[in-house]
């Protein structure tokens, strides 16, 4: 269940593509070679992982996790529908779906999934800003190095 959530983290997260180590990468617009510092590559790689490892054992975090899974069991829906379903959908698309469906789910009421997907959207709001200092610094270590570089932090996760 921890790869499920991680890669959902993904999906929300990741928003570039860049090849990176000492190697070249190549630009496919302007067919330009860039390298990057090996050395500035292992620090911010070294600090990305402090931080993302504190946040996956915040308490926030762990119980957003909770929160996310039942939400998403009371749907009944398959993972490839939740996948495709919630993760590019809107608060009121998500709502829309199971005040449809209700019968299908196991909400006692739309109110209740009402109130838990707003609960689940606060908490990923508070995580948000509770680690911040990683988000910024998620977003500038793509940019630079790639979104494959930034999911081997994620995955060797698991693993830890």
Excluded: C
């Excluded at 302007?30 to 070294?46: G, I, S, V």
């Excluded at 992982?49 to 915040?58: D, E």
């Amino acid at each position: 269940m921890k790869l499920l959530y991680t890669l959902s983290f993904l999906i929300f997260s990741l928003n570039s593509i860049a090849q990176t180590t000492e190697e070249k990468s190549v630009d496919a617009t302007t067919e330009k070679a860039t390298t990057f510092n090996q050395e500035e590559y292992e620090m911010e790689l070294t600090k990305l992982r402090h931080l993302y490892a504190k946040m996956i054992n915040s308490e926030s975090y762990i119980k957003q996790l909770e929160t996310g899974k039942e939400f998403m069991i009371k749907t009944n829906m398959s993972m490839e529908e939740i996948r495709y379903f919630f993760f590019p959908k809107k608060e009121t698309e998500i709502l829309d779906w199971i005040k449809n469906n209700l019968e299908k789910t196991d909400f006692q009421s739309y109110e209740t999934a009402e109130i838990q997907l707003k609960y689940f959207i606060d908490s990923n709001e508070k995580i948000a800003l509770e680690n911040k200092e990683f988000l910024e610094l998620q977003s500038v270590f793509i940019e630079k190095y790639g979104k494959e570089k930034m999911l081997k932090i994620y995955l060797d996760s698991l693993y830890d």
